[in-house]
């Protein structure tokens, strides 16, 4: 099945990384990608040493979608395609595949959209696909079979507070 969490929250990555664990827990074999991301971040470390997943992200980072320039977004677009590309050609080995800001890679299109939807569409039936991000289009909210919105109501970086390692990355 198809899990989606999206929203203006926090917790995303976090729910998916829980999943993760449960999965591995259970004898699952997991792939975690993440995209806008280097790849770093504590929680891509810790599920690193977990039997059963493997963890992959893109070769290039150049930070957040709005400060790239139009020619690192163009590198950037080759670099999370080829990615995907990769993980289709290898998602036989997996039971679950998580795709850690997909839902963002896909509205700025900084991935092929029709083969993110074909892949979902042929591959959501014979494994658990989970994607995060923010403001996810509705077709991938009609394929989705889970839908869960983190919702913000409260956070400390709406008071200045940067993100803390090991609670926000």
Same mark, same amino acid.
């Given at each position: 099945?198809?899990?989606?969490?999206?929203?203006? #929250?926090?917790? /995303?990555?976090? +729910? +998916? !990384?829980?999943? !993760?664990?449960? +999965?591995?827990?259970?004898?699952?074999? $997991?792939?975690?990608?993440?995209?806008?991301?280097?790849?770093?971040?504590? *929680?891509? /470390?810790?599920?690193?040493?977990? &039997?059963?997943?493997?963890? %992959?992200?893109? +070769?290039?980072?150049?930070?957040?979608?709005?400060?790239?320039?139009? &020619?690192? /977004?163009? *590198?950037?677009? #080759?670099?999370?395609? @080829?990615? =995907?590309?990769? $993980?289709?050609?290898? !998602?036989g080995?997996?039971?679950?595949?998580?795709? &850690?800001?997909?839902?963002?890679?896909?509205?700025? *299109?900084?991935?092929d959209? &029709?083969?993110? =939807?074909?892949?979902?569409?042929?591959?959501g039936?014979?494994? @658990?696909?989970?994607?995060?991000?923010?403001?996810?289009?509705?077709?991938?909210?009609?394929?989705?079979?889970?839908?869960?919105?983190?919702?913000? $109501?409260?956070?400390?970086?709406?008071?200045?507070?940067? %993100?803390? /390692?090991?609670? *926000?990355?």
């Open positions: 099945m198809i899990h989606l969490y999206c929203g203006m #929250g926090k917790g /995303k990555t976090t +729910a +998916a !990384c829980g999943l !993760c664990v449960r +999965a591995a827990g259970s004898g699952l074999r $997991v792939l975690f990608v993440q995209f806008f991301k280097n790849g770093n971040s504590s *929680e891509m /470390k810790a599920l690193s040493t977990i &039997d059963g997943v493997e963890t %992959a992200h893109p +070769a290039l980072h150049y930070g957040r979608f709005k400060t790239m320039t139009d &020619d690192q /977004k163009a *590198e950037i677009r #080759g670099s999370y395609n @080829e990615l =995907l590309r990769d $993980v289709i050609r290898r !998602c080995e997996f039971d679950m595949i998580i795709l &850690d800001e997909a839902v963002s890679a896909y509205r700025y *299109e900084m991935i959209n &029709d083969t993110l =939807l074909e892949f979902l569409r042929n591959e039936q014979n494994r @658990e696909i989970v994607l995060t991000g923010r403001e996810p289009k509705p077709e991938l909210i009609e394929l989705a079979d889970y839908v869960t919105d983190m919702r913000k $109501v409260k956070h400390p970086f709406d008071r200045g507070i940067a %993100a803390r /390692k090991g609670i *926000e990355f």
